[in-house]
């Protein structure tokens, strides 16, 4: 029996642990022999001194260990894909990703989360589709993939449960942003539901969690490690979350977004980043193509209307109306507008966030309501020229009051200069 206070102490002093401690803690803690205020403690002690990539692996493999796993490939005799992103603000990807490599013949079955604070999650947006049901049983997930060729769902309680409880505890005790965590937090949960291959999508900037490039790029390698040592293939996409991405932030307003970029017409830094993960994606599939064909499957699904057909199809087995008219829309919509002229050489996506949240398009801790038709769509972005009086933004609110904080909210996330700012695309790096 381990004797927790002294794994405290140790790690504290910054020791190494070894895999059966650090397993025998993860494992005492989701069954609820090591209590919070214990675990919180360990927590914090790495947050100071770390963990090397041994104990980082002893903690992915003891998550991934608390709970069910899951065999796609083997339920569907396919190689399997999966892609999972660090979080950010617009960040719609997965909703028009998923069709679209589905499309092109790949069958994609994922598991997603919910959104918490100023990042947005992709059940949420999921959920303001009228009749769309997120929880379905393994059983109906599996075969839904195999019949329809894709689907989403929300993480079942079963796979990773050490996660949900280590999360929920990180989340109010200050140890979130700590790299060896976030890792083994997202691995853990895609090695568990089965992938072969895994496209990541780290984001960086002041809406993300790692905020530098060279911690994003600390991150990723550490993630890629850990899929390496259980035999998957993982790549990382480095993309920029200095500004929101597309223009839409809010559930509804997302899904409208997603469904003119399966129309051919969405924006263009979103649509940059939806193709150029579609192409890795096809590429680590069983199609055995290269990237470049990968990313010409892709822009043919979206020219011919297989992704948009996909896409329908996939919503109407969930239960779900996939006409954008059946979404839900706000009340009052207000305009957001240049005080100056100039060009934009800031959107800050932390702020377009927060102001999102206070409208009520996100949670503040993790049993608030969402509504999912308010939000904000940001027409200008960095490097567009304005003139004064130029629509910034439209903000799509619940009533009078939220709409003036918000316009006041997303007025403060524009900086209008007159130098235009460094240009660079969405893809900031790629790892390995
Ligand atoms: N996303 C996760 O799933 N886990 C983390 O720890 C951070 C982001």
Redesign the pocket.
Known sequence: MIRVAELIERKRNGEELSGEEIAELVLGYTRGNVPDYQMAAWCMAVYFKGLSGRETHALTDAMIRSGETLDLGAALGRRVVDKHS??GVGDKTSLALVPIVAACGVPFGKMS?RGLGHTGGTLDKLESIPGYRVELTIEEFVAQVRDVGLAIIGQTGDLVPADKKL?ALRDVTAT?DIVP??AS??MS?KLAAGADAIVLDVKVGDGA?MKTLDDARILAEQMVDLGQRAGREVVCLLTDMDQPLGHAVGNALEVREVLATLRGHGPEDFTELVLDACARLLALSDLDIDVDEGRRRSQRAVADGSALAAYERWIRAQGGDPDVSALPTAPVVREVTAPRGGVVTRLGALQVGLAALELGAGRRTKDDAVDHAVGIVCHAKRGQTVARGHLLADVHARDEESASAAVAGVLSAYELGDEPPRAHGILLDVVP
Do not use: A, P, Q
């Open positions: 660090t979080g989360g999360y979130v965590l976030i937090s997202i949960k969690f």
